[in-house]
């Protein structure tokens, strides 16, 4: 078969199957009378192999010593070696892409931008805190971009640093900032939505709440609480339930009472609030430190009705709910 007819035949383009000859990766053993290469059937089996192995990433180098050395490597195992060096190339390609991604997000603007957004990125991903505390600290003077430095955030373990840096965002006053420190509400790791949390909530902007809100549901508890806290402790009325509900369940029942009495006295809703907390105080169906910490909250309460329920436990069947009333009354 002519190697025109072979190139038709096996999608091969002629120069490639000349540069393979070259190679001596597929090497027709006879040629016509006129001096045309000729492939054999054996010829064209050994070609459809080299664009198997090509195929499979292995290079040309390889081939040729895997094809005229059979019995070098197993098929499973030249596999299993491409997968993992095709995975080290992927992880090395994915390191340089974040990198790159970085140094877009800073806007650099000239070489010298690029250099110091690179020694101060490199600065930010180091392993001492104290090192990235520095950086964060020089973020400030607006070297990095409002997105670059929410991704440091969001990447921040060091609740110190990640002070710093949210410090830098405010400072930047950008509504960029907001929407790349939104972006970690979505991510898959708890952690990150924490800390997308946290930050937010420290931007002191007037959409921060709404965009909060977005997490009110998440189905991590500790991302759920927070955002609670939050818009709590922000005048958000309508969080009353989600607070009392924390105090039951003993999820940081210690700040939502805390909040819960700020509320009351931010919005005037002291009296509705020891309504329900005395409402569930009263239920059977509550253990004996459920209804401990309602009595807690009751004490911290203003108002003269979260007097008068805790005035009605003082002889509760619960010695540590009858403790509390008794002290409320002395306070009074």
Known sequence: MLIGEVSRH???????????????????????TGGYRDYSPDDIARLFRVVGLRALGVPLAGIKTLLDTPGTAEPADMVDEL?????????????????????????????????????????????????RQRAALTARDGRLSPEALAKAVLAEPDT??????????????????????????D???????RRAVSAISKLGTDTADELLRRALDDSDRAVADAVTLVLGSR????????????????????????????????????????????????????????????????VDLPGEVAAHILDAHIADHDPAVAALATLRQHRS
Do not use: C, F
């Open 160 to 185: 110190n640093v990640a002070g710093t840096l949210v410090w830098a965002l405010a400072s930047a006053a950008d509504p960029a900032a907001e929407a790349a420190l939104g972006s970690g509400l």
């Open 235 to 298: 005048g958000h009325a309508d969080m009353i339930p989600r607070l009392i509900d924390m105090i039951v369940d003993g999820s940081h029942d210690v700040d939502a009472a805390d909040t819960l009495r700020d509320l009351a006295h931010a919005v005037d809703t002291a009296d509705d609030i020891a309504t329900e907390l005395g409402r569930l105080l009263d239920s059977d169906n509550l253990d004996s430190r459920a209804r401990s910490r309602l009595a807690q909250a009751l």
């Open 187 to 193: 991510s898959a790791d708890p952690e990150i939505r």
């Open 83 to 131: 997968i993992a060096q095709t995975r080290q190339r992927i992880s090395r390609e994915t390191e340089l892409l974040t990198l790159l991604t970085r140094i877009a997000d800073a806007a650099p603007t000239d070489w010298e931008d690029v250099l110091n957004s690179v020694k101060l990125l490199h600065d930010l991903d180091s392993d001492s805190a104290a090192l």
């Open 10 to 32: 096996s999608g091969v383009s002629v120069r490639m199957l000349r540069h393979y000859d070259r190679l001596g990766l597929v090497r027709p053993a006879t040629r016509t």
